[in-house]
């Protein structure tokens, strides 16, 4: 049995997990526990360990040695680049085992899983290339004088991630993080505690020295916040909701952290008449339906041009009610649950909320059985800008669709928002294409596609959709600080 996850003895079917602090598995300072859900079903599946202030600070103090004094402050970069590989290999080796445990804490379908398992693996084996690439420059300075730039690490890190992506957000702040010499503390979302601790296990197995990866479960408000304060952590890498980033924002201001964040989105897809429609249907229908809606980047503004709207929606609608809602580790369920009640209510208020404010439900917008937290895929039409439905995130399966006539208003009108995340455009006009592109407040565009991410392209957001980006070489910035070293000549 794994050393994570060991049995409870009274509770014989449901398994407690500790921390995992310097390499070790450490029972919390306060003993406190929480439990972690199937939302398929609402059943408990784990009693986890939750940290607190107490265990944030054994974990910033094992990082902190494992920064300045250890073997990992002496290695070779290609070597943490070898660690970092090895670390993809024997994720890939257990992926399929990873992939169900993610599927039955997060309630994403199996099929989504393995495809995120591959995103880790991708994502670790691109920075594990990067460790001994990240170089400096000679700097032609006045005088007489050589001046060269080192970028060093930024210190010890503390990431913060949500429950959407639980292994694919981790890998995309781990992988840069480390490839730079960085030590980490990771705090998983309270809802999704349970695959980080499988990590910590194959980086032990990998040989990553005691204190370079910590693994902090635990609530926002207490394990997040005292990671937040800590004179002893340099940075905050956090993904999340907005108010929660303000949050963090204000309580990083007394240490000046370094942070980064990739928070929501409200994102803009336009379709063009001059589309070809099916393709446009089926990218549409994937953009906003992907993890049941349960993406940062989730294409929930669906502006359709006029002429083409009635044929559209319906076409859209035909799918919707097609979709196979149910068990997430059956292979043939194409959308699982919604992560947990809390977000369930939340999805069928905003529904409420559209009915109310005058908008015509199309399709969907009910819960699905009495068990677990199903949301059937929801479309509102004759939407308007203005309504909370088209400007809140909904984080479920719910897309407004807003008509449309000519390019500038919907440019102007996909603008027309406080996020600024990722936007899409479907036509057959290059020239639309790219002024759409060129125009579009957003930090990924889409042109007749959805949810292409890859390990090697700058991923994040304008406005208030986040600061930084993440993946590819950009998130080499978030994790290294740039040194000037002068010396004089003769
Ligand atoms: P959240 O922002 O509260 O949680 C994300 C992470 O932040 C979790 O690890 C949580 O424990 C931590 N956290 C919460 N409060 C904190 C604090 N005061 N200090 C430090 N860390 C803290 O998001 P939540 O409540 O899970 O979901 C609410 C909404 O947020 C969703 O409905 C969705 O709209 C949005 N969201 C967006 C995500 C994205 O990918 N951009 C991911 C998850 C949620
Ligand atoms: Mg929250």
Redesign the pocket.
């Known amino acids: 049995m794994s050393q994570a996850v060991v049995a409870k003895p009274s509770k014989p079917a449901v398994c407690l997990t500790k921390l995992f602090i310097n390499n070790e598995w450490v029972q919390p300072v306060e003993g406190g526990t929480f439990e972690a859900y199937d939302p398929a079903t609402g059943d408990v599946i784990a009693e986890v360990a939750a940290g607190t202030a107490a265990d944030v600070d054994l974990a910033a103090k094992a990082a902190r040695k494992a920064l300045e004094t250890g073997p990992w402050a002496k290695m070779d970069a290609a070597d943490r680049g070898n660690l970092l590989f090895k670390l993809a290999e024997l994720i890939q080796r257990d992926s399929r085992e990873l992939a169900e445990l993610e599927s039955l804490n997060c309630g994403k379908t199996i099929t989504d899983s393995i495809g995120d398992l591959q995103g880790v693996v991708n994502t670790l084996r691109y920075y594990a290339g990067w460790a001994d690439k990240i170089e400096g420059r000679t700097v032609p300075v006045r005088g007489n004088f050589l001046s060269y730039t080192l970028r060093q690490p930024v210190g010890v890190v503390g990431q913060?991630?949500?429950?959407?992506?639980p292994l694919l957000?981790l890998s995309w702040k781990l992988g840069p993080a480390l490839a730079c010499g960085n030590t980490v503390i990771m705090?998983?979302?309270?809802?999704t505690p349970l695959t980080a601790l499988r990590i910590a296990e194959l980086a032990m197995e990998a040989g990553f020295p005691a204190g370079v990866f910590n693994v902090i479960n635990?609530?926002?408000?207490t394990?997040?916040?005292a990671?937040?304060t800590h004179p002893e952590i340099d940075k905050i890498a956090?993904?999340?909701?907005?108010?929660?980033?303000k949050?963090?924002q204000r309580?990083t201001s007394e240490t000046l952290k370094r942070t980064s964040y990739?928070?929501?989105?409200k994102s803009p897809n336009v379709v063009f008449a001059d589309a070809n429609i099916d393709d446009a249907v089926a990218g549409a229908f994937h953009a906003i339906y992907f993890h049941g809606g349960?993406?940062?980047t989730a294409g929930s503004r669906l502006f359709v041009e006029e002429k083409i709207r009635d044929e559209f929606v319906s076409k859209l609608a035909a799918k919707a009610k097609q979709r196979r809602v149910g068990n997430p580790l059956d292979a043939n369920t194409e959308q699982g649950p919604q992560v947990s009640q809390?977000?369930m209510d939340?999805i069928l208020g905003y529904v409420e909320l559209g009915k109310k404010q005058g908008a015509k439900l199309v399709t969907g917008g009910e819960r699905v059985g009495d068990k677990g937290f199903f949301v059937n895929p929801t479309i509102f039409d004759g939407v308007k800008d203005d309504m909370a439905i088209a400007k809140d995130?909904?984080?479920g399966p719910v897309v407004s669709v807003l008509p449309f006539k000519s390019f500038d208003e919907v440019l102007d009108r996909a603008n027309r928002t406080n996020y600024g995340?990722a936007a899409a455009i479907w036509t057959k006009d290059i020239d639309k294409a790219h002024l759409y592109a060129k125009g579009v407040k957003a930090g990924t565009v889409w042109v007749n596609c959805y949810h292409i991410v890859d390990a090697t392209t700058p991923f994040g957001g304008f406005k208030m959709s986040g600061h930084g980006r993440e993946n590819g070489e950009a998130a080499l910035e978030l994790y290294t600080e740039t040194k000037t070293v002068t010396v004089k000549l003769g």
């Open positions: 913060i991630i949500p429950w959407n992506f957000m705090k998983p979302a309270e809802q635990g609530f926002g408000e394990a997040g916040a990671m937040c956090f993904t999340g909701h907005v108010d929660t980033a949050i963090i309580a990739e928070l929501g989105g349960q993406c940062c809390e977000q939340k995130e909904i984080f995340l």
